[in-house]
Each structure stands twice: as C-alpha cells, then as structure tokens.
C-alpha cells in the first residue's frame, strides 16, 4: 500500500496563499508523473497541476494558470502546490495524486477553503 503525507491545507481569505506538500516514497516519487487534483463539494474531481518525474514539464489546468506552482523537492521526495491570489472556488479537497502507464496512486486529501 502506497502511503502519501499530504499538509499544507486550511482556511485563507481571497487573495490570499497557501502551500500543499506530499511526500511520497522513494520509489514512487522518482519515477512518476506527480499531480494535484481537487474535488469541489457536488462536482466531480478535476486535474489542477502536474509535474513529470524529471520535473522539466509542468501542466496547469486553466483556472489556476498563473497562480499555482507545482514543484518538486527531489532532497525530500515531496511535490509542492503553491497557491497564490486565492478565489473562492478555489475550495476543495486537494488530493496528492502518482501515475504511470499502469498504476496510479492518492493522498488522503488536504481541504482548502477560501472565504472572506
């Protein structure tokens, strides 16, 4: 069983920033795409960033291009997800997500809330 340790979620007001980490086995963390996703209350889970193994190639989704970084931290085996200029539908469960050509694995989900 693939275990990842998510933190960094929490309440902020709009505009304001966060930082998700998830820290991933070794094994896992060298050599898979790792991502963030979210899951909005009522909505289906979206993808929001990635970053491939190498960390050469990041993709956004739209909606956060220009505010989120994803980023690796190889030292610690940990993906980040810096969050800047918050909005409120920003809110959701952030999940750590790991994937390859057969497999993919999640976080527990970190809850993000952005409210004034």
């Known amino acids: 069983q693939v275990q990842f340790v998510e933190s960094g979620g929490g309440s902020v007001q709009p505009g304001g920033s966060l930082r998700l980490s998830c820290a991933a086995p070794k094994n896992i963390f060298n050599i898979y795409v790792m991502g963030w996703y979210r899951q909005a209350p009522g909505k289906q889970r979206e993808l929001v960033a990635t970053?491939?193994?190498?960390?050469?190639?990041?993709n956004y989704t739209d909606s956060v291009k220009g505010r989120f970084t994803i980023s690796r931290g190889n030292a610690k085996n940990t993906v980040y997800l810096q969050m800047n200029s918050l909005k409120p539908e920003d809110t959701a469960v952030y999940y750590c997500?790991?994937?390859?050509?057969?497999?993919?694995?999640w976080g527990q989900g970190t809850q993000v809330t952005v409210s004034s």
């Open positions: 970053i491939t193994s190498s960390g050469d190639r990041a």
């Open positions: 997500n790991a994937k390859d050509n057969r497999f993919q694995y």
